[in-house]
């Protein structure tokens, strides 16, 4: 079951990673998240299928595209918002979400569908009678690796650095001669990046315009659980919500198995508002 | 005196105006339309049974092409809800009180169904072939309600029988999702291996928006079923047989017709459907059924769209419409709604793509009899390239036990 839990948690990881990328820099729970990964991993079932691209040309195109995807929908919709308020970022990221999942069916039908991938997602190998799928040793490893990237990126890279100032103060950035809208397109671009991985390691199963909706909400679960702004809070928050879930849904009951994930979350919010990593954050007025 | 020339006069006013004024017209037939609704989801979770009420669309687009029905085309109103009773709702009360509908025709979905089935029974207005196999159709009886789908239960007692009977199977376990279809699965489950002194292993909900299915796969395994039937839809039916390879796990899966569409099936399977038996309501798409030949011609080749696939649900919008279309035909041009529940009434054995169809004069007290028009399955078997091998013929079953 902890198995299950922690391979379960491997995707939420990398939703909720990305949703903190764009939270650290301009404070919005970006929705279109998950719908960003959808296009790229629609985008890559299209290189792969229609126009027979070999996987060592078609992934690293659909990480390209969604890098532009991602700061398209920054420099095109959110930076032309004028003056909006936090409600009115997310409004504009719910209905992106919308626009892309309506473009995705439109263009991609509503078939179920699969993605070709170099390793079998039924492939499993046993440990000690515990089976793990080869896809989620790989989801796992991928959730791992970009964890410990994103944290020395943005701990100890001058771009990571400055991103992270664009977020603490827009002002001071700017005079200290960072280009700050640049920077809030290039953490839109990264964090579609990594979202995108999510999306790609899923597709091997199935594929449907709806199939990003659940990782996004469990990712941005697991990030407010983790405090939104930290990237080891958004993966441990991750793991635990993958391993209540299926505790929950092996020995208490398997019906209410995802809606614990989300009482989980109240009851932590109410006893630690900002999350179980995140410091206490107090904005100078 | 005078007062009997002004009632003389206006006798012979009411009889000049009596005789030019209409009769009153149904509502939804003109001269040259007849006005006919359906749902269907095109957007959302429910989306790839959108087909469905495609398929209905372009069989009338043949229909009208070839001059219509006794003179008068179809206008078919057909609108996106998402599979949400809320807006099925809306919808069907916004075309029938806009535009004026004479009949509704299938409509994906027992839940969208029942949020609409009252309304629809109270104004007495008809509705043909509801897809799905639910029995809230049947049960109370409805005199402007004809259900074709054959019953859940129906899909139960056949895969059951088949696996007991034939297979040997002993050990049964379900995965079924945990709203009306999956229940009705579950009770005709249940009842079926009762009448073999059988009862279930295991019973496990999936709910719709569960993405993993490892926990339940993990409930399935641990009972030791040497058969699984599976009344979930087909995301959750690739992602439960695909989880159980993954933890070697392979008992003998016995699906519903929702998970019929075997090219579709095998494709998103990655191959892992074949070997599954599943029950069906329709002739298999590459058969040498006339029908089947004559629809995928002159329906799928001249109407649908460029990407519509000629798969099971686009066909089976023809289907859950075809009794229709014949009751308007034997109605003639005096086309009311009484005209056409005598004339659905009328049918006997009809036989389009699917199982013989009958409908008997209205008797709330064997609604099973005289309004559920599909009774006949049979099973296939999933081979390669999504093949299907038939494992018996067109087969009547009673729901009662």
């Known amino acids: 079951m902890i198995v299950s839990g922690i391979a379960a948690g491997s995707t939420y990881a990398l939703m909720g990673m990305a949703m903190v990328i764009i939270y650290k820099t301009s404070e919005v729970p970006n929705f279109a998240q998950g719908e960003m990964a959808l296009a790229t991993s629609f985008f890559t079932l299209m290189l792969l299928e229609q126009r027979g691209l070999p996987y060592h040309l078609a992934f690293p195109a659909a990480f390209l595209f969604a890098i532009g995807l991602g700061c398209l929908l920054e420099f095109a919709v959110l930076r032309r918002a004028k003056e909006p308020s936090v409600l009115g970022f997310i409004v504009i990221t719910i209905g992106l979400e919308m626009i892309l999942m309506g473009l995705v069916s439109w263009k991609f039908g509503a078939d179920p569908k699969t993605m070709p991938f170099p390793i079998s997602p039924y492939d499993s190998i046993a440990i000690g009678g515990v089976f793990i799928s080869s896809l989620e040793l790989l989801t796992l490893f991928v959730a791992l690796v970009l964890m410990i990237i994103l944290f020395i990126f943005f701990r100890f890279s001058k771009l990571g650095m400055a991103m992270k100032a664009t977020q603490q103060n827009h002002t001071a950035a700017r005079l200290m001669g960072i280009r700050t809208n640049r920077m809030l397109m290039l953490t839109w671009g990264i964090s579609s990046l990594v979202g995108c991985t999510a999306g790609l390691l899923i597709s091997p199963i199935?594929?449907?315009?709806?199939?990003?909706?659940?990782?996004?909400?469990?990712?941005?679960?697991a990030a407010v659980m983790g405090g939104m702004t930290s990237l080891p809070g958004a993966v441990f928050g991750a793991y635990i919500l993958g391993i209540i879930e299926n505790l929950f849904g092996g020995y208490v009951s398997i019906e209410f198995k995802s809606v614990i994930a989300?009482?989980?979350?109240?009851?932590?919010?109410?006893?630690?508002?900002?999350?179980?990593f995140s410091r206490h954050y107090v904005k100078k007025v | 005196m005078k007062n009997k020339v002004v009632w003389l006069l206006a006798a012979a006013m009411v009889f000049i105006f009596g005789l030019s004024l209409p009769v009153a017209a149904e509502v939804g037939v003109t001269d040259t339309e007849i006005h006919i609704g359906q749902w269907g989801p095109q957007t959302g979770p429910a989306a790839p049974w959108g087909s469905i009420a495609r398929g209905t669309g372009d069989y009338f687009k043949m229909i009208n092409a070839a001059g219509g029905i006794n003179g008068r085309k179809i206008v078919y109103h057909m609108f996106d809800d998402g599979y949400n009773p809320a807006k099925t709702k809306a919808g069907v009360k916004e075309l029938q009180e806009g535009v004026g509908i004479f009949s509704w025709v299938a409509g994906v979905g027992t839940a969208p169904g029942l949020a609409v089935r009252d309304y629809l029974m109270e104004k007495k207005i008809p509705w043909v072939g509801p897809c799905s196999g639910s029995l809230h159709w049947i049960n109370p009886a409805n005199r402007y309600l004809f259900p074709i789908y054959p019953l859940y239960i129906i899909d139960a007692k056949a895969l059951v029988k088949y696996a007991v009977e034939k297979l040997g199977k002993k050990r049964f376990a379900i995965a079924f999702q945990n709203d009306d279809y999956g229940k009705n699965g579950l009770r005709g489950v249940r009842e079926s291996l009762k009448k073999y002194g059988l009862e279930l292993v295991a019973e496990v909900p999936v709910e719709i928006k569960d993405a993993d299915m490892k926990p339940h796969v993990?409930?399935?395994?641990k009972a030791k079923p040497d058969a699984v039937l599976l009344w979930v839809g087909p995301v959750h039916a690739v992602k439960i047989v695909g989880t159980s390879k993954a933890m070697r796990f392979a008992p003998q899966w016995l699906s519903t017709s929702a998970c019929s569409d075997f090219p579709l099936m095998m494709h998103i399977s990655k191959g892992l459907w074949k070997g599954v038996i599943a029950s069906t309501f329709a002739s298999l798409p590459d058969s040498n059924d006339p029908l089947i030949t004559k629809y995928k011609k002159e329906v799928h080749e001249k109407f649908a769209a460029k990407n519509e696939r000629w798969g099971i649900f686009y066909y089976a919008g023809i289907l859950l419409a075809e009794p229709l279309v014949e009751a308007l035909k034997r109605c003639g041009r005096d086309l009311?709604?009484?005209?056409?529940?005598?004339?659905?009434?009328?049918?006997?054995?009809?036989?389009?793509l699917g199982g013989t169809i009958s409908f008997k004069p209205f008797d709330a007290k064997d609604p099973y009899g005289t309004r559920q028009g599909g009774k006949e399955v049979f099973l296939i078997e999933c081979l390669d390239g999504g093949k299907a091998k038939k494992l018996t013929d067109w087969t009547y079953f009673d729901y009662r036990w």
């Open chain 1, 206 to 221: 199935t594929m449907q315009p709806y199939m990003m909706w659940d990782p996004m909400l469990k990712g941005f679960a």
């Open chain 1, 262 to 276: 989300f009482i989980i979350i109240v009851l932590v919010l109410c006893i630690r508002p900002s999350g179980l």
């Open chain 2, 218 to 221: 993990m409930k399935l395994r």
């Open chain 2, 336 to 352: 009311t709604r009484e005209r056409l529940v005598t004339e659905l009434e009328g049918l006997t054995d009809f036989k389009g």
